[in-house]
């Protein structure tokens, strides 16, 4: 005999957070965006990290990369029984790119026409090729039918956002309120006409708390079975009782942790030489440790996962080969222990300034990483700042000598705003205020590659070149960690951009299992 999934069984999620607008098109919250992801199916999901089709059966791409041409599956329904049809999808994507509606999303779809071909075909029409687009067809499609009555005005006040309609792998059944009339609580059950994988999970009861700790509490006294855990300690503290009903899962965030330096502001950090000698000074393994309960990965390069970083690689640092190379140019200690080298007339010391954000994981890693920075011989002064007062008045002046930061990395691996030269000034991103003909050509070359191949051998080479010059030192990424009751199988985060992204493997998940000869199990 064997085990298969069977249906049935209901899961208890935790949400710390409150429903505003669960609408694809505007949602900017977790909550908002996890119920997104449940109710509404979008032309192309995610699966395993690939991008697969979702309610489009094909898509043909043209070859000069311009023209997007989607078929429709014919047998894809809206909660309420309506089929979806091209006509829905144009409509979504007009919706995106009306100023009036003020989606997030708009950015994405600006210079895309759209046109219905066939009642069931769809095309997309770009200016000019770029190759992480595909990412963006995974956007919710609305119902017409629905929101077409809903004036530009009304849009982000309709019921509809609170009480959605999708053709997601679930459908909203019920919302439970509190004497104030603030939702508690909403029950999802699984859309039997969901165009691709009936889920096996029947429910899904979703309960709303104010914060963090009351989702913890309710997580140990058994009300909820599962949550996304925000704080590593208490990811940590999780892990570690084994003795309870769930068990902790994990999966890289696309969040890439660096020290960026800043050459224009500090002499001393325009020397490859410092740069290089203090990349060896840090231990990855310890500052992941320290910050991160150990829910982290060290990275060594500007994008994570591209080019088969081992994990050990130099994780522990080399503080004697840090030590040697500074003195084998020239660098010697002085009585403080602090490194000094004649230049010019005069000396000038391994000393300069690290900036960072007011939060309690980044001061920790700030302070960790001037202490072994201090132990090879820098003399480093630690600055902080609220976040908006360090967006606005250090990383947009691009006054810094160095920057602790984090750079959010999308599932479109585009790296284009972090390191192209023409993002050196705010409100580009190139925080390391970055140069490099050959780096730019690539970064354009990645955005019009259609070749996963080719893709990589691009990534790999922009790789190595922003290795060997150094203007940033990469730590690591933190962990997305997800909590489960033990009997749920089937669950496979893959890649995790943000915390809705684990929802993209639900119609996969089972709390029950049924027996059945291995023959059967094998073709079913």
Excluded at 380 to 389: M, P, R
């Amino acid at each position: 005999m064997a085990q298969i999934p069977a249906k049935g069984g209901e899961l208890r999620e935790g949400l710390v957070g409150l429903p505003r607008t669960i609408n694809p098109l505007i949602a900017v919250t977790d909550v908002d965006r996890d119920l997104s992801a449940l109710v509404y199916a979008g032309l192309t999901k995610y699966h395993n990290g690939d991008i697969i089709p979702d309610i489009a059966k094909s898509l043909d791409i043209s070859e000069d990369g311009l023209t997007y041409t989607f078929t429709l599956r014919d047998d894809v329904y809206f909660h309420d029984g309506e089929q979806l049809t091209a006509e829905d999808v144009v409509f979504t994507i007009h919706k995106i790119q009306d100023p009036a509606i003020k989606s997030p999303r708009r950015p994405d779809w600006a210079d895309v026409i759209v046109n219905q071909i066939e009642e069931n075909k769809v095309e997309f029409i770009l200016k000019k090729a770029y190759s992480p687009f595909l990412t963006n067809t995974t956007i919710g499609i609305l119902p017409k039918h629905v929101w077409g009555s809903v004036g530009n005005e009304q849009f982000i006040f309709s019921q509809y956002n609170i009480q959605p309609i999708g053709a997601g792998p679930f459908r909203l059944r019920s919302v439970s309120y509190d004497d104030g009339g603030i939702p508690v609580e909403y029950r999802l059950s699984a859309w039997n006409k969901y165009h691709g994988e009936t889920p096996y999970v029947y429910a899904i009861r979703l309960s709303f708390f104010a914060d963090q700790d009351n989702a913890l509490d309710a997580l140990n006294k058994g009300l909820i079975d599962s949550l996304a855990v925000t704080s590593s300690l208490e990811a940590f503290k999780l892990a570690s009782n084994t003795a309870q009903g769930y068990e902790v899962i994990t999966a890289p965030l696309p969040r890439v942790f660096s020290v960026f330096f800043n050459q224009n502001q500090s002499s001393v950090l325009a020397d490859t030489t410092v740069r290089k000698a203090l990349d060896l000074a840090i231990n990855r393994k310890v500052l992941i440790e320290e910050v991160l309960n150990g829910f982290g990965t060290p990275i060594f390069g500007p994008l994570p996962g591209i080019t088969g970083d081992s994990i050990e690689e130099l994780s522990t640092g080399d503080i004697e080969d840090a030590h040697q190379i500074l003195e084998d140019k020239g660098w010697i200690k002085n009585s403080d222990g602090i490194f000094e080298k004649k230049s010019g007339s005069g000396t000038k010391a391994l000393a300069f300034e690290l900036y960072t954000a007011d939060s309690p994981d980044l001061k920790h890693a700030a302070e960790s990483i001037k202490s072994m920075w201090s132990a090879l011989g820098a003399d480093v002064t630690i600055k902080v700042f609220e976040s908006g007062d360090l967006y606005q008045n250090v990383i947009r002046t691009r006054k810094y000598d160095a920057l602790l930061f984090g750079q959010f990395i999308g599932k479109d691996r585009d790296l284009y705003a972090f390191w192209h030269s023409s993002q050196r000034n705010a409100p580009g991103l190139n925080v390391a205020l970055y140069a490099n003909s050959r780096a730019d050509k690539l970064l354009e070359d990645i955005r019009s590659t259609h070749s996963e191949s080719v893709l990589v051998e691009k990534y790999n080479e922009l790789d190595k070149i922003i290795r060997d010059e150094l203007p940033a030192i990469f730590l690591y990424v933190p962990d997305f960690v997800y909590v489960i009751p033990k009997n749920l199988k089937g669950v496979s985060l893959g890649s995790v951009t943000i915390p809705a992204d684990r929802w993209n493997s639900v119609s996969s998940w089972h709390l029950h299992t049924d027996n059945v000869w291995k023959f059967f199990a094998q073709n079913n």
